[in-house]
């Protein structure tokens, strides 16, 4: 029986590409205990379209409480980011045809009693992906104790779920060591991103959004949208 893993850090209110890639996994790995990166980065942040154009919507990390792994990164708890965030996203998206669902979705996410990073973004992808019909399983990586680092501890996570498939996003062209994968039997697929427009607010289309942008303006038509496929490593080829 063929096994789909996908690995990821557990990103801020994602893109849409996110999920496309939970929706072909068969089990997905929150890679929690991996460094958080100390500048910006897609852990703390996201971007959102306003009607003056592209904001990002930031979680202030409380650097002196925190360690220096996701799983141990704590938000600051002397800022009322969280209000600022809901009211960022009413300003954008009060005039969305599905503003009132997105904006529950959003309320349930923000209200989430944790000020833990990890745990904040762990939620908010599965609650997100329970809305989205996808089923796939979820596993944080500090929970296997599987040691290692780059391409080894990957395939030995897919190895502890007998995985025969990898699936990654384009990052991973930089390092992943395809040879390693295929000793193991493990086949290595990258995200081929359709990126499919949908009708937005506040001028052209851009994918990089939220997946909010798209709840706000699609509702439950946005699983529709959720469709890319993945490319065998050796058939993928850098446009």
């Not at 946005?222 to 490319?231: A, D, G, R, V, Y």
Request: aromatic share 14%; hydrophobic share 40%.
């Amino acid at each position: 029986m063929s096994l789909t893993v996908v690995v990821s850090q557990p990103m801020f209110l994602p893109w849409i590409g996110l999920f496309e890639q939970i929706r072909l996994a068969d089990v997905f790995i929150h890679y929690d205990d991996v460094q958080l990166p100390q500048g910006r980065s897609f852990m703390t942040r996201v971007q959102v379209k306003t009607p003056s154009g592209i904001s990002w919507l930031s979680a202030p990390i409380d650097r002196k409480r925190s360690g220096a792994l996701i799983n141990e990164s704590f938000f600051a708890s002397y800022m009322d980011w969280k209000e600022k965030h809901l009211k960022t996203i009413l300003h954008c998206y009060a005039k969305a045809p599905f503003f009132e669902t997105m904006f529950e979705i959003a309320q349930n996410i923000y209200g989430y009693q944790t000020d833990n990073l990890s745990e904040f973004n762990r939620h908010t992808l599965e609650y997100l992906s329970r809305w989205l019909g996808l089923s796939t399983k979820f596993v944080c990586s500090s929970e296997l104790i599987i040691s290692g680092s780059s391409t080894h501890r990957l395939v030995e996570l897919c190895r502890h779920f007998n995985a025969d498939t990898y699936v990654t996003g384009l990052g991973a062209l930089n390092y992943i060591d395809y040879n390693e994968f295929e000793a193991n039997g493990i086949s290595v697929r990258y995200m081929n991103y359709e990126k499919k427009a949908y009708p937005q607010l506040h001028g052209e289309f851009t994918p990089y959004v939220s997946i909010l942008d798209a709840v706000a303006n699609c509702g439950s038509d946005t699983p529709k949208l959720i469709t890319s496929e993945s490319i065998y490593w050796k058939d993928y080829h850098v446009s």
